[in-house]
């Protein structure tokens, strides 16, 4: 398959998409945002979830401005509420008929000296990590056990597969996610659910740029570091959840894709 000249498959490059029924959560920005944009490229319908109302409705006229045909819905919700979660679903449903796809990015990120966080920060991370992840994969692999089937595709991080200093929360919540995935995928497979997980490695977004500027990461390390130079872009994970969501990873469950340019598997 062929990318265009600003890095997207160009609309029915991946097999299977067309037509079918995303619900995106932390769609609002960042990777989510970049995975909205690349599924709507090749005709899915989309249900944006978020927990700021303002960046999901910027993100949402985004996409209709880029693509006037395109059918979207929005809902406001925490992950970490489980009724809200439940509704969510329900809504996507009734909007849509059916889910057919789950893209799990929701979550947030924590730098911090491990004997500084707080009981608070931890279950912070963890409920929005890990419990937020549980809690959408249950609702929706409970409408794609009924409609035979469907994928769920949750956004790790390179951190669930290898540890860092002072991301104890962020590392072990990941590090759940992965094994989740692969529980579910081998639990979900009679009923058709394929389950898998994507874990970039350190993406250009809006999040990252604020820890460069405020010194809370260096870029010169990180590239340094990094085989391939640079840092990623979240159309290059959205372009990884392509494959992963489409007919062409027909075969492909409770795999984890490492999106890291190398990173982890530099020894040195």
């Not at 579910?184 to 460069?212: F, K, M, Q, S």
Request: net charge negative; hydrophobic share 45%.
């Amino acid at each position: 398959m062929t990318q265009s000249a600003s890095g997207q498959m160009p609309a029915g490059a991946v097999p299977g998409l067309d037509g079918k029924v995303v619900l995106n959560t932390g769609a609002g920005r960042g990777i989510g945002h970049a995975m909205s944009m690349a599924f709507a490229g090749q005709g899915a319908r989309l249900m944006l979830l978020d927990i700021d109302p303002i960046a999901l409705g910027e993100a949402r006229d985004t996409l209709r401005a880029q693509f006037p045909q395109l059918q979207v819905d929005t809902y406001v919700a925490s992950i970490t509420d489980d009724v809200a979660v439940e509704r969510a679903v329900a809504q996507t449903v009734e909007r849509f008929g059916r889910i057919d796809i789950l893209l799990n990015n929701a979550g947030i990120s924590m730098n911090k000296p491990s004997l500084d966080v707080t009981a608070e920060e931890w279950r912070r991370a963890i409920d929005i990590d890990l419990s937020g992840v549980f809690y959408c994969s249950q609702a929706a692999a409970r409408r794609m056990v009924h409609q035979g089937g469907g994928v769920i595709l949750s956004t790790a991080s390179m951190f669930g597969l290898v540890s860092a200093a002072r991301r104890a929360a962020y590392c072990a919540s990941k590090a759940a996610v992965v094994s989740l995935c692969k529980t579910l995928a081998v639990e979900w497979a009679e009923h058709n659910i394929r389950v898998n997980a994507i874990c970039p490695g350190y993406i250009r977004t809006a999040l990252v740029d604020d820890l460069i500027a405020r010194g809370a990461l260096d870029e010169g390390v990180i590239e340094r570091r990094t085989p391939l130079g640079r840092l990623g872009t979240p159309q290059e994970v959205a372009q990884a959840a392509l494959f992963l969501a489409s007919d062409a990873a027909a075969y492909i469950t409770g795999h984890a894709m490492v999106a890291d340019g190398g990173f982890t598997a530099n020894g040195f």
